[in-house]
């Protein structure tokens, strides 16, 4: 069966109680439920945060062995970190980054993705529902 990672970034951790008028109220917990009822049985999910930039590349670094596909959402880290795209220029599946705002209505330096390099879709603004829509967009990528 195939699995697909789903990696989150610094501050995530406190999805829910974080800026809810930006964020919302759902948490991991929520978006873990969400992924799992994309899934629908055809891949298992691994959802990962961490807020350590080193953590999310070993992870990466592990998902090339481990799994079919990535959904991340490296938040603060998808406006500085080089070192994610160059780890998921590793990767050989598909990668679906995901915003759970719209990161181009907000502040100019959102607007800068490193992970759009090497995304194979960007997905933002839908909220938490925006996981889902990436792993269903990474199952269908898988079946093509």
Known sequence: MNQ???????????????E???????????????CNDACA????CTLL???????LIDWIHQATEQAAGIVINPAAFTHTSVAL????????GPVIEVHISQ??????????SYVSKRADAVIAGMGVAGYAAATRHILSLLDA
């Open 20 to 34: 809810p008028d930006i964020y919302g109220t759902a948490t991991l917990d929520d978006v873990e439920a969400l």
């Open 85 to 92: 795209l160059d780890a998921l220029n590793t990767f050989d």
């Open 103 to 112: 990161v181009h209505k907000r502040e100019e330096f959102r607007h800068i």
């Open 49 to 55: 945060q961490s807020n350590h930039e080193g953590q």
């Open 41 to 44: 049985g055809r891949a298992s």
């Open 4 to 18: 697909i990672y789903i990696l989150n970034g610094p501050n995530l951790n406190l999805l829910g109680k974080r």
